[in-house]
């Protein structure tokens, strides 16, 4: 596994991020604000917040139910892995809290627009006072937009504020002071092909969970993008199916969260956040 230290992490990038005061919107659930008028998922979407999509599609939309499925067949391509990884990750309670896997791009951008509307909901019900129930039927406006984050947006998380040339992996130092890794990615030493919860390792800068490792993530644009447990900081994977592309004024490293993939189908190490646009 490579080994990169960078300049240690200064007090000062320990405190919590704030919107600045002329930002009055309200912070969309799950989120934290990223700039202007965007918010960003603090995490990876888990898989408790697909399955309650699941549930609502299965009560509302049921012909959408099947269509909506992941394929949790995915984990047979890793070799070797427990088959209760594709009888149990999705459904299994030890499991809610690890980033959903096996999703395709069509799949996230249905489940964001579900999202969008479920938010504007919510807020439509408590401003205005609304009695609700799974039957109500009403016009509400759409107050959020949520979506993919496009790879300049997802770049931007990613950098968290600081220099791009100085820290090109989004953190200050890739260990803290105990000498844990700041995100999970592969280990030779481990060889654990698995995903962790979504809040476990340490938060960027802007107090967003796991833009280094975990799972990469799905962007707008048709981009991967950021590592994933089975790659090595340097962005090497033993699956040669992962293989990331470096922008052209990439600093000499294997990797950078500059760094992409092309999108081609699901997987076991591809999952997604969203962005979410407070409109006016």
């Known amino acids: 596994m490579l080994v990169l230290v960078l300049s240690c992490a200064s007090e000062k990038f320990d405190k919590p991020r704030k919107k600045p005061k002329w930002v009055k919107m309200e912070t969309p659930p799950g989120t934290?604000?990223?700039?202007?008028?965007?918010?960003?998922?603090?995490?990876?979407?888990?898989?408790?917040?697909?399955?309650?999509?699941?549930?609502?599609?299965?009560?509302?939309?049921?012909?959408?139910f099947k269509e909506m499925l992941p394929d949790t067949?995915?984990?047979?391509?890793?070799?070797?892995?427990?088959?209760?990884?594709?009888?149990?990750?999705?459904?299994?309670?030890?499991?809610?809290?690890?980033?959903?896997?096996g999703i395709s791009k069509s799949q996230a951008e249905f489940y964001s627009n579900w999202r969008s509307a479920r938010i504007s909901e919510m807020m439509h019900v408590r401003d205005n006072k609304v009695k609700w129930n799974l039957d109500s039927s009403y016009n509400f406006p759409i107050k959020v937009?949520?979506?993919?984050?496009?790879?300049?947006?997802?770049?931007?998380?990613?950098?968290?504020?600081?220099?791009?040339?100085?820290?090109?992996?989004?953190?200050?130092?890739?260990?803290?002071?105990?000498?844990?890794?700041?995100?999970?990615?592969?280990?030779?030493?481990?060889r654990l092909f698995r995903t962790v919860w979504v809040e476990?390792?340490?938060?960027?800068?802007?107090?967003?969970?796991?833009?280094?490792?975990?799972?990469?993530?799905?962007?707008?644009?048709?981009?991967?993008?950021?590592?994933?447990?089975?790659?090595?900081?340097?962005?090497?994977s033993p699956f040669s199916e992962i293989?990331?592309?470096?922008?052209?004024?990439?600093v000499n490293l294997g990797y950078t969260v500059k760094s992409y993939m092309k999108y081609e189908k699901p997987a076991a190490w591809l999952g997604f956040r969203c962005v979410c646009e407070v409109l006016p």
């Not at 340490?202 to 993008?225: A, Q």
């Not at 293989?243 to 990439?250: Q, V």
């Open 32 to 64: 934290v604000w990223l700039r202007d008028s965007l918010f960003i998922d603090k995490h990876e979407i888990s898989n408790l917040d697909y399955l309650q999509f699941l549930w609502w599609l299965s009560v509302k939309e049921p012909t959408r």
């Open 73 to 101: 067949n995915v984990w047979i391509s890793l070799g070797g892995m427990d088959t209760n990884y594709v009888k149990h990750y999705l459904r299994h309670p030890a499991y809610q809290d690890f980033p959903i896997v």
């Open 145 to 190: 937009r949520c979506r993919l984050p496009n790879k300049e947006e997802w770049n931007f998380a990613a950098h968290a504020g600081l220099n791009y040339f100085q820290y090109p992996l989004g953190y200050e130092s890739m260990y803290r002071k105990d000498s844990v890794l700041v995100d999970y990615v592969y280990d030779n030493r481990k």
């Open 200 to 236: 476990s390792y340490f938060p960027n800068r802007f107090k967003i969970y796991h833009m280094l490792g975990n799972v990469s993530e799905l962007t707008s644009d048709g981009y991967i993008k950021g590592l994933n447990f089975l790659t090595n900081l340097d962005g090497t």
């Open 243 to 250: 293989k990331f592309t470096r922008e052209p004024d990439s």
